[in-house]
């Protein structure tokens, strides 16, 4: 009997020993998977992320704004890093509607461009929210070729061009729409790079010009016929926008970004020839055609001033009001701040 219970006992034993050695065993699997995880949370946590901007230029390198020129004196990339993101990749775009595209596709974390197209964008559903204006106040400039007609009224019937969804192109709608020629006169397509050319051919009787190169066509033969600085309203600017899934991973990017642009504006500020030099190198221009276009009133420290807000309320409507924008929408829900 003795011997039965010592059995019994011995494999009492045994059971609990293997009980204690699979318990042993899994808590020790348990445990070595909750560490390669915590490590693995540790390393995404501490690993830069990925920056894609987009912006609107001819330099395949960065923009020329504010921003361009705090890359090119060193200083950007590095706080960027500080604040734990990859060194930004810049992506160039020849106009904002395919900047848009881009956003859409889910490629750019942050983009540079004109208000119309952003504003456009947004009302089409585009997730963006807006960080900024760099840029308040720009001139678009309305040639014809020197033979070309005299008055506005002279464009009737014939074919005007742009580069479509621009800034530009909100200036020449709402002009044309100002003066009763909205339906009398044809607008086409057309990047400002080949506007020299069907301007001297005679292909249209005249070109909404962009700020940054109007100028320069003026000085190869073309004639000022208007502008946009001449009409309270239907100057443009330029904004900055992050998307809403960027956004929500890195909530403080826009007050990091702007806190850094507005650096970049003060040296700008303080060092005006050299940022002319800066911008002129980048687009391949004479340095008087780049301040001609872009006067230092253009650039503000602050993120959004009172004038440019109201500039951009202004072009909302426009492009509500003339269907170039497909819903309206609430300008202070689109801000960041």
């Known amino acids: 009997m003795v011997a039965g219970w010592r059995g019994v006992w011995l494999i009492a034993a045994v059971i609990s020993l293997r009980r204690c050695l699979t318990v042993g065993l899994c808590s020790t699997i348990l445990c070595f998977i909750a560490c390669s995880r915590s490590d693995r949370v540790s390393v995404d946590a501490t690993r830069p992320a990925p920056l894609r901007i987009g912006f609107i230029g001819v330099s395949e390198a960065q923009p020329t704004g504010a921003e361009g020129f705090a890359v090119e004196n060193g200083q950007l990339i590095p706080a960027l890093e500080r604040l734990g993101f990859q060194k930004p990749t810049f992506v160039r775009f020849a106009n904002g509607p395919d900047l848009n595209e881009a956003f859409s596709g889910g490629s750019l974390d942050v983009g540079i461009y004109g208000d119309t197209p952003a504003l456009v964008g947004r009302a089409a559903g585009l997730p963006t929210r807006l960080i900024n204006q760099?840029?308040?106040?720009?001139?678009?400039?309305?040639?014809?070729?020197?033979?070309?007609?005299?008055?506005?009224?002279?464009?009737?019937g014939k074919v005007v061009a742009t580069s479509k969804g621009s800034y530009m192109h909100r200036y020449l709608a709402g002009l044309l729409s100002e003066k009763g020629l909205g339906s009398r006169v044809t607008l086409v397509h057309l990047l400002p790079a080949d506007a020299?050319?069907?301007?001297?051919r005679g292909e249209i009787a005249a070109y909404a010009?962009?700020?940054?190169?109007a100028p320069l066509l003026v000085s190869k033969g073309a004639r000022v016929l208007d502008r946009a600085s001449?009409?309270?309203?239907?100057?443009?600017?330029?904004?900055?926008?992050?998307?809403?899934a960027f956004l929500a991973r890195h909530p403080s990017f826009p007050?990091?970004?702007?806190?850094?642009?507005?650096?970049?504006?003060?040296?700008?500020?303080?060092?005006?020839e050299r940022y002319y030099q800066f911008h002129?190198?980048?687009?391949?221009?004479?340095?008087t055609v780049i301040k001609q276009g872009f006067p230092l009133e253009l650039f503000h420290v602050e993120p959004l001033v009172p004038g440019g807000r109201k500039l951009l309320e202004g072009t909302k409507s426009f492009l509500v009001d003339q269907k170039l924008a497909q819903n309206d929408f609430e300008l202070s829900a689109w801000l960041t701040r």
């Open 255 to 272: 007050a990091q970004w702007n806190e850094l642009r507005a650096q970049a504006v003060a040296q700008l500020l303080r060092e005006p």
């Open 134 to 156: 760099s840029v308040v106040g720009m001139d678009a400039w309305l040639l014809v070729p020197r033979a070309g007609v005299a008055t506005l009224d002279e464009l009737a």
């Open 196 to 200: 020299q050319a069907a301007l001297e």
């Open 209 to 213: 010009a962009p700020s940054q190169t």
């Open 280 to 287: 002129a190198e980048r687009v391949r221009l004479p340095v």
């Open 230 to 244: 001449q009409h309270p309203g239907l100057q443009g600017s330029s904004v900055t926008v992050v998307s809403e």
